[in-house]
């Protein structure tokens, strides 16, 4: 038998609270474990679906992956995270980044990395139930605790992080590592290393959960679902890349962990940024390190790959038209597998 991560679902501001519902339905059936929502600037807001899946599952995970502490001060989130947790009775899990640019929203985004850490430490005490007074550098909050009774005492905390100092405050302080699209197994296995040193280096247990979000195409024709992929992979690759977005770290994070040579990386993301689809220019062996897409024995295998790189929860984006039928299909495969 695979031995496999766990499997979760990738929800978005691109889907209306509807499709959502629809998928974490379906998602619940399949035996999924966790509900992951990703919010963006300037699409939906994620909290309206978040709060419609919780009252339509029972059972399943519902985090968010992640909220930004720039345009969302940590004592807000606390507020909005600890009534969402009494809404889904205590499943809900918080990721915590600020790798997202929000210049646009003449937000100040300086020091992200210590926003990161003044969020955590404001928001593990109020999550507790305690009172908190913490002075930071970009974050503070003067003797507050939250004014309702929470579901529990204690929610699981989660960092995204790319970059090695963000890796390494990670293992200083958060539960869990959280790892974005395009990021290839082989940067997914270093990440972990250093986040477990991190841990370490102070006498702390290593996070917990590592949870990396992936498209997915899963089809019975292999070569149809390379090529839903190619196409997603292509499209979100030229968007990292176009106008410099991508922070250094995330640049690196794609390009040198792909087991692509530098000068082939860069013809490829050329030839992407001239606008050619991503089904022209894409190989196999290149795409496999961006998406997970075959037959379901073929998915089945890659996510034991994710696995071996330290994965503990594989969070699958349905790519193509048929989302439901994707989730049903990782459900049988599960139980399958044992």
């Not at 992640?66 to 009494?86: C, K, Q």
Request: contains cysteine; positive net charge.
């Amino acid at each position: 038998m695979p031995r496999l991560p766990r499997i979760a679902l990738r929800l978005h501001g691109g889907l209306g609270a509807a499709a959502c519902v629809e998928q974490a339905r379906a998602a619940e059936q399949a035996g999924l474990h966790t509900l992951w929502f990703a919010e963006n600037p300037f699409n939906r807001g994620v909290m309206p679906a978040m709060a419609a899946c919780a009252i339509a599952t029972q059972r399943i995970r519902i985090g968010i992956g992640v909220f930004n502490p720039f345009n969302r001060h940590p004592t807000l989130i606390a507020m909005e995270m600890g009534s969402f947790d009494e809404l889904c009775d205590g499943r809900a899990v918080l990721g915590i980044g600020a790798g997202i640019k929000v210049a646009q929203m003449g937000l100040p985004d300086r020091r992200p990395i210590g926003a990161v850490r003044d969020a955590i430490q404001i928001l593990r005490p109020l999550l507790r139930g305690d009172e908190v007074s913490y002075r930071g550098r970009v974050f503070s909050a003067d003797r507050v605790r939250l004014e309702f009774a929470l579901a529990r005492s204690g929610m699981p905390i989660l960092m995204a992080a790319v970059g090695d100092q963000a890796l390494r405050l990670c293992g200083e302080l958060a539960d869990g590592l959280m790892i974005s699209n395009m990021c290839p197994p082989g940067y997914s296995r270093r990440a972990v290393g250093i986040v477990a040193g991190a841990a370490a280096a102070i006498g702390r247990p290593r996070p917990a959960e590592v949870v990396q979000y992936v498209p997915c195409a899963m089809r019975d024709d292999a070569g149809e679902a390379r090529a839903l992929a190619k196409a997603t992979v292509g499209a979100m690759l030229a968007a990292y890349w176009r106008g410099g977005q991508a922070a250094p770290a995330t640049q690196s994070a794609l390009r040198d962990h792909s087991a692509t040579e530098p000068a082939e990386f860069g013809r490829i993301m050329d030839r992407l940024g001239r606008g050619e689809p991503g089904h022209d220019v894409l190989g196999d062996r290149f795409l496999a390190n961006y998406a997970v897409a075959g037959t379901t024995s073929q998915c089945l295998e890659r996510f034991e790959a994710y696995r071996e790189a330290g994965v503990t929860e594989l969070a699958v984006w349905p790519v193509g038209d048929q989302p439901v039928d994707t989730i049903a299909r990782l459900g049988r495969a599960l139980a399958d597998s044992g």
